[in-house]
């Protein structure tokens, strides 16, 4: 089983990143999945999440219309586009995955660090 984001990088206030999350090794589809963030010194904050289809969207409050996860079932592939970034959303940002009207996460990727900067 494997989770793979990319996409990360430093940006201006203001700027734009798409994050992607490649997975490999279960039933991708099967799957709601998400996107979790922890900033230094601080714990995982889960951002946004997904379901299986790709038609029912939620997002942490302060993220809402800046933010917009969605997944490609074919590519095995899921993204956050991130529009508007504050300092505030500087965090390591990991994917993870979770099974359909269960609590908790299956699986984890390594993160991709977002870092907003002036």
């Known amino acids: 089983v494997q989770l793979v984001e990319s996409g990360g990088g430093m940006v201006q206030p203001g700027g734009s990143l798409r994050l992607s999350c490649a997975a490999s090794g279960f039933t991708f589809s099967n799957y709601d999945m998400n996107w979790v963030r922890q900033a230094p010194g601080k714990g995982p904050e889960w951002v946004s999440g997904?379901?299986?289809?790709?038609?029912?969207?939620y997002y942490l409050d302060s993220v809402k219309g800046r933010f917009t996860i969605s997944r490609d079932n074919a590519k095995n592939t899921l993204y956050l586009q991130m529009n508007s970034l504050k300092h505030e959303d500087t965090a390591l940002y990991y994917c993870?995955?979770?099974?359909?009207?269960?609590?908790?996460?299956?699986?984890w990727g390594q993160g991709t660090q977002v870092t907003v900067s002036s």
């Open positions: 993870a995955s979770s099974w359909p009207g269960r609590n908790g996460y299956d699986h």
């Open positions: 997904i379901n299986t289809g790709g038609d029912r969207t």
